[in-house]
């Protein structure tokens, strides 16, 4: 390995590059200073040039306050006191083994295999070590086990893309945006949310190129203050209304681009009936949309005409709106107005749909350890492609319901009951909608064992805790999530602290204790080697492992940026959309099968929703919540890390008038709630913010008191645990009031 | 030679990774002590409004001002690059000397942890990555490139002289080395 010593410990530091396996959505490389086991400094890549390089944000630079901070687990641990309250003691390796076994073989015995469920999430995410899979290859060999479907991030995206294009590769790779003179972030903050290293320095370089940019948003987010020419604040919710005005304006005026909608698209008609009325009764007019969303008219017609006469032109959705309550089609009618305005396959367009996937180094088509077949879900509908999300509910519950069903199970309507929780990788009390419900879920379950690197609110109701490696003590690959094009290594740089051990032994070490033979039949290193030579893309792609391995990250070099559907929009006959008639369904078939034209509309459509602003649940909640990414975390990841921490400290976004109203001033403790639960929180009076909207990052760790007043400002005791009809968390459509502490 | 620092506020979107980045390099503690500080400035109502970010490190002053405010002659101007240093050892501390170098300097670069009598530390243009020629972390760390450093002639003739910014006000006395894109 390279070394390059600081200059007053050389010969004693040693530099590891290597990245960390955050859910953040970026890979960035990073070399680690590691002397005598501790990592002292972290410098970022220097694999290229000052532009080329992929820089890690402020997470990664805190990485190693993250790794040796004192809260990190260090041995096994039994709970000694009442579920939730912390109280553990340290057991050994053998005890918290014996335990878990003893409880497994009864559960399965007693209850059958579908009694235990397995938990997983975005803790950490790597080929080998990530939590799900090694577990879920030792409950398959024991006879199988119960999940839940679904992620909290994308799913309203997913199903929008799935619907329209068949397909979740709808991005452009970033260089592309330079082709772009119009750009509209709608609901997209990248300078907060990764996705995908250097994403914010490109649009930034973008604009700089003469890019005119917008930001639609309730909030003036830090990447329209650097970007945006204009900001256009939009009250939650409302989006598809805007956007279907904006179709509106855009048919009366012409300004569509008719030739391409009859080309690559089907059931444009039908959309333009709905738009203008036709189907409903009512046109879809920027008066219309105005009242629905505080977009004035005006504006609205300004942006419908920019956006369709500016080519190319690139409107950039997100997958933060999609998480409320109808939130995919915001989605849909959003890739309608790109494919409306011929920018779908162009350079400098985009397709839409908000997952910004890329087919080169999307962390989708990575390699990993095979689960093999769940026996407990076998003979369950094929949900391959469908849009029907009672087909994936089948055998599974929506994560954002997984923690009723953990209260309610069969007699719920909710195909288990669970038994043994297994819960990796994951916060999900503090992560998914309606904490308070997701702690009595906790309290609830029979067994828990978490496997952690910190007593997170999630663990604290564990009967097991077990003490998980960090990614610096492991080797491993990583991906950015959507959009390479590179791969990274994660290279081993400390022992593992104290008694940590990765899941992946966990699982080996479990598997021999019920007699399982060559669970793990390759060493860590021959996987790894394995999952890059074998993989379909890497394996042509790396050459050489070992150089990949040193340098800790590959980067693919693209004769051009990648632009989705670009071979179907230039030979349609020979390349087809993966749809099932082969083009851009703005009309769905599959959607229409469904049968629930309210719910799952065949075509994009504003859908009046539960908890929205008109809900007269708004006499007593009159404020909208908003829960975007934090930036000075990884959701709920890196909470501990006093350095973030003093970036930017944890307050809610309230708009002065707001403020005002209720006689609050800047940085007062104030409270939050709504039927669901109640926060203590600090108030940032802003400017930066519509009126009547609240914003509060999601990550904060559940902490609540004696009261049940959640101390640790956690903003999911305040949102819903229901899924949308396309299967979104709803995680952003939620009312609540704000009063002065 | 004088060394100095450029800054785009066009690009800085306040993320904090130059700040964090610092404190790793130098080993702070969390709290108070920040060789790089992130300054905020926001005006106007909803929706008009105006937002800017603003580094705080060390300007580095020509005629530094904290020099002589100091008692005891503790902080120095390196003559081969400028580089404004202060010795710890002889730094009063806190209370002692009532943080006259803090209140002499208009950036407030002069930082202080919170224990009682801490020694002054502040940004040191990362000295010993600058001896082996290397550029300041907090310039390495910024993800939209923001922040530039190195000899501040070379830093005008590729950015110009521009010495205003939005929350930063240039001061002929103490003249710090930096040069701006303001917003
Ligand atoms: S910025 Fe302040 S501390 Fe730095 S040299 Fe100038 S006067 Fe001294
Ligand atoms: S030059 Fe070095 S010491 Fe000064 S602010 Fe930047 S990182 Fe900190
Ligand atoms: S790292 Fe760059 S963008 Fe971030 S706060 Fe510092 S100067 Fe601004």
């Not at chain 1, 080797?475 to 999530?481: A, F, H, I, Q, V």
């Amino acid at each position: 390995m390279k070394s390059e010593g600081m200059s007053k410990d050389s010969g004693e530091t040693k530099i590891v590059r290597t990245t960390s396996a955050f859910d953040c959505g970026g890979r960035c490389p990073i070399r680690l200073h590691v002397r005598d086991g501790v990592i002292i400094r972290v410098e970022g890549d220097d694999t290229a040039g000052p532009d080329e390089q992929l820089r890690a944000c402020l997470r990664c630079r805190a990485y190693r306050k993250h790794i040796h901070h004192p809260d990190r687990l260090k041995y096994p641990l039994k709970r000694v006191g009442p579920k939730g309250a912390g109280e553990f003691d340290r057991i050994s390796w053998d005890e918290a083994y014996n335990t878990i076994v003893e409880k497994l073989k009864y559960v399965k015995e007693k209850y059958g295999n579908s009694s235990i469920f397995l938990a997983s999430g975005g803790g950490y995410l790597a080929a080998l070590h990530n939590g799900a899979s090694a577990m879920a290859r030792l409950f398959n060999q024991i006879g199988g086990f119960s999940t839940s479907y679904g992620n909290v991030s994308s799913e309203g995206a997913v199903w929008a893309c799935l619907t329209q294009y068949g397909s979740v590769m709808v991005g452009n790779s970033r260089e592309d945006l330079l082709n772009s003179k119009l750009i509209i972030l709608w609901g997209w903050d990248p300078a907060r949310m990764i996705s995908g290293t250097n994403t914010m320095y490109h649009v930034i370089k973008a604009r700089e190129a003469g890019a005119k940019i917008i930001s639609i948003d309730p909030r003036y987010t830090d990447s329209a203050v650097v970007l945006a020419d204009e900001w256009v604040p939009i009250k939650p919710g409302t989006d598809t209304a805007v956007m279907a005005s904006m179709a509106y304006v855009m048919i009366k005026e012409d300004l569509h681009d008719q030739a391409f909608l009859d080309k690559y698209t089907l059931g444009f008609d039908k959309f333009k009936d709905y738009v203008l009325g036709i189907e409903d009764g009512i046109e879809k007019t920027p008066a219309w949309a105005e009242a629905i969303s505080g977009v004035p008219t005006v504006t609205i017609e300004q942006l419908a005409r920019e956006y369709a006469t500016t080519k190319p032109a690139a409107l950039m959705d997100c997958q933060g709106p999609a998480r409320s309550a109808i939130g995919e089609q915001y989605n849909r009618c959003a890739m309608t107005l790109c494919a409306m305005t011929g920018n779908v396959g162009r350079p400098g367009g985009s397709a839409g749909g908000g997952l910004m996937g890329i087919p080169v180094g999307h962390m989708f088509r990575a390699s990993g350890i095979p689960a093999g077949k769940n026996p407990a879900e076998a003979g369950g509908p094929s949900v391959r492609g469908t849009l029907d999300l009672n087909l994936r509910l089948a055998r599974r519950v929506h994560i954002n319901k997984m923690h009723d069903a953990f209260l309610k199970g069969k007699k719920g309507g909710y195909p288990f009951d669970v038994k043994f929780l297994w819960s990796v990788a994951n916060n999900h009390l503090n992560q998914l909608g309606d904490a308070n419900k997701g702690a009595r879920a906790y309290a609830s379950l029979d067994f828990m064992v978490a496997p952690e690197l910190f007593m997170t609110p999630t663990a604290r109701y564990a009967d097991i805790v077990l003490p998980v490696t960090s990614p610096a003590e492991r080797n491993d690959l990583t991906r950015p999530w959507p959009s390479g094009p590179y791969y990274t290594h994660i290279n081993q740089a400390i022992e593992p602290l104290g008694e940590c051990k990765s899941d992946l032994d966990i699982a080996t070490d479990l598997a021999e204790r019920f007699g399982i033979k060559d669970f793990k039949p390759f060493t860590d290193e021959e996987y790894l080697r394995m999952f890059v030579e074998k993989n379909p893309e890497t394996g042509p792609e790396v050459k050489d492992y070992e150089k990949f391995r040193r340098e800790g990250v590959h980067r693919v070099k693209l004769p051009e940026p990648i632009v989705a559907f670009k071979e179907q929009i230039e030979d349609l006959e020979n390349n087809p959309f993966p749809t099932p008639s082969g083009k851009i369904e703005i009309f769905s078939q599959r959607a229409a099968d469904i049968e629930n034209p309210e719910q799952v509309p065949p075509i994009p459509k504003y859908r009046r929703t539960k908890e929205d602003r008109f809900d007269p649940l708004t006499e007593k909640y009159p404020l909208q919540l908003i829960s975007p990414h934090p930036k000075t975390r990884d959701h709920s990841s890196l909470y501990k890390v006093e350095w973030l921490q003093e970036v930017e400290p944890h307050r809610a976004w309230i708009n002065s008038k707001d403020a005002e109203a209720r006689g609050i001033e800047d940085n007062d403790e104030i409270y939050v709630f709504n039927d669901r639960g109640k926060i203590a929180i600090k108030a940032w009076v802003t400017e930066r913010i519509i009126p009547s909207v609240i914003s509060i990052s999601e990550g904060t760790w559940y902490d609540p008191d004696e009261q049940g007043i959640d101390r640790g400002g956690c903003v999911n005791v305040l949102t819903s645990d229901d899924y949308s009809p396309g299967g979104a968390a709803i995680l952003k459509t939620a009312l609540v009031q704000v009063s002065k502490a | 030679m004088q060394i100095g620092f450029y800054f785009d506020q066009t690009r800085c979107t306040g993320c904090g990774a130059c700040q964090v980045a610092c404190k790793d390099w130098h080993d702070l503690l969390a709290g108070p002590e920040k060789w790089m500080r992130i300054l905020y400035t926001e005006k106007g109502k909803f929706p008009d409004v105006f937002v800017s970010y603003l580094v705080g490190p060390c300007f580095h002053c020509i005629d530094p001002v904290c020099i002589p405010a100091c008692p005891v002659n503790a902080i120095s101007k390196r003559k081969e690059d400028g580089i404004v240093v202060v010795d710890s050892q002889a730094c009063l501390g806190s209370e002692a000397c009532d943080f006259k170098c803090l209140k002499a300097c208009p950036y407030d670069a002069p930082q202080f942890d919170q224990e009682l009598g801490s020694k002054m530390q502040k940004c040191n243009f990362c000295l010993d990555r600058w001896a082996e020629e290397k550029l300041p972390v907090c310039v390495e760390a910024c993800p939209t490139r923001a922040l530039d450093a190195g000899s501040l002639q070379e830093l005008e003739s590729r950015y110009g002289q521009v010495r205003e910014a939005e929350g930063f006000s240039y001061s002929k006395r103490t003249k710090p080395a930096v040069v701006f894109k303001p917003k």
